[in-house]
């Protein structure tokens, strides 16, 4: 962590408090602290950050309505309740049958080593951090949401403008064949780069041509959206960009660099 980073954790805590203690109505969160998330070091040298998750399944920081419009409350009680619950107990039974100690190992690291377990290892490891993730990139649907600041600068650095970025990634969501995922992350050049991954795989695992920090993930299996938007995944994927909680894909930035 360079100094930098730490004198603006201390002015983040400072001014936070300041402002509480003035009065004042605004609130500052707390970054996304390099403690949360993990170094991984991939084949060939490579090095990046992953979002340390924990392996039960963990509260909605919204209702199931709250993401109305955009998706139907009934997808969402359905996805979170049925399809991710399952994903988190069946890798509750995995860790047990297979002795991993996750007291000792994170759901990072063992993402990283999951060519070493079965099947139902990967799809449910996978799965359950694909969807933590996923719920928490979300929150009420709004019209202006963009991201600015340091995101934004990034994203036109490496992709030359927002639209450009948005049309890449919508894309990949589009074009991934089958039930998966489309991420933008950043790799370990910190350079951000978008790509897809099938079923419940993700850029954290050791077995993933695509490797890196995931920033940003969207769900593409049809139990995603298939109530509202049927066979239309492109609507889908355009309707997402105005639930995105940027100031957390913000957060998972400053925590990969
Ligand atoms: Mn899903």
């Not at 695992?205 to 139990?223: F, R, Y």
């Amino acid at each position: 962590m360079d100094n930098n980073k730490n004198n603006r954790r201390e002015f983040l805590k400072t001014t936070g408090k300041a402002g509480v203690a003035a009065g004042l109505s605004f609130t500052i969160l707390p970054a996304l602290a390099k403690e949360s998330s993990q170094m991984i070091e991939g084949a060939a040298g490579t090095k990046f950050y992953g979002e340390n998750i924990p392996y039960t399944q963990q509260p909605l920081t919204y209702a199931y309505a709250d993401l109305e419009p955009v998706i139907d409350t009934m997808t969402m009680e359905i996805h979170y309740s049925k399809h991710a619950a399952a994903y988190a107990k069946n890798l509750a039974d995995a860790v047990a049958a297979e002795g991993v100690d996750t007291k000792k190992v994170s759901l990072v690291a063992l993402l990283a080593d999951i060519g070493k377990y079965s099947a139902k290892m990967r799809n449910n490891a996978g799965g359950h951090y694909n969807h933590e993730f996923f719920w928490k990139s979300m929150q009420k649907p709004s019209p202006i949401s963009s991201p600015s600041g340091g995101l934004l600068k990034q994203i036109e650095k490496d992709f030359g403008s927002l639209g450009t970025f948005k049309t890449q990634f919508a894309d990949a969501a589009k074009n991934r064949f089958g039930s998966g995922w489309a991420w933008l992350l950043l790799n370990s050049d910190k350079k951000m780069v978008i790509g897809s991954t099938p079923n419940q795989d993700n850029p954290l695992m050791g077995i993933s041509d695509l490797k890196g920090a995931p920033l940003l993930g969207i769900d593409v299996w049809e139990h995603a959206y298939y109530l509202k938007y049927q066979n239309r995944r492109p609507d889908y994927i355009e309707a997402w960009w105005s639930v995105i909680n940027w100031n957390m894909i913000q957060k998972r930035l400053d925590a990969a660099k």
